[in-house]
Nanobody, 123 residues
Framework: VQLQASGGGSVQAGGSLELSCIDS????????VSWFRRAPGKEREFVGG????????YYADSVKGRFTLSRDNAKNTVSLQMNSLKPEDTAVYYC?????????????????WGQGTLVTVSS
């Protein structure tokens, strides 16, 4: 598994961005994939995760209703659609993968990590 995150950028509050996490490996469809973020001066936090088949997703309360995860296993891609962005969403966003199912403690246990992509939301 080799993850690469992209799609970050600068946007005004209320705007939208879509992040992508692409895997160059061959077993992508077997992995739970999640997004985390680290804001300046803060610890890394879980944003949301999607099951290996895309059938279920789990979100942090802070993004629920604004962010949506989807995946296309044929393209080895997980997307994070972020709408109604707020300045407090400003952070470096990372995608991560693991074999355990999404239902098993979805915020921890990730083995594979991509490089971060910076999202900046201005007020």
């Amino acid at each position: 598994v080799q993850l690469q995150a992209s799609g970050g950028g600068s946007v005004q509050a209320g705007g939208s961005l879509e992040l992508s996490c692409i895997d160059s490996g061959r077993e992508f469809g077997a992995y739970t994939v999640s997004w985390f973020r680290r804001a300046p001066g803060k610890e890394r936090e879980f944003v949301g995760g999607i099951s290996f088949d895309g059938g279920s997703a789990y979100y942090a309360d802070s993004v629920k209703g604004r962010f949506t995860l989807s995946r296309d296993n044929a393209k080895n891609t997980v997307s994070l659609q972020m709408n109604s962005l707020k300045p407090e969403d400003t952070a470096v966003y990372y995608c991560a993968a693991r074999l355990q199912s999404l239902s098993q403690r979805p915020t921890a246990g990730y083995v594979y990590w991509g490089q971060g992509t910076l999202v900046t939301v201005s007020s």
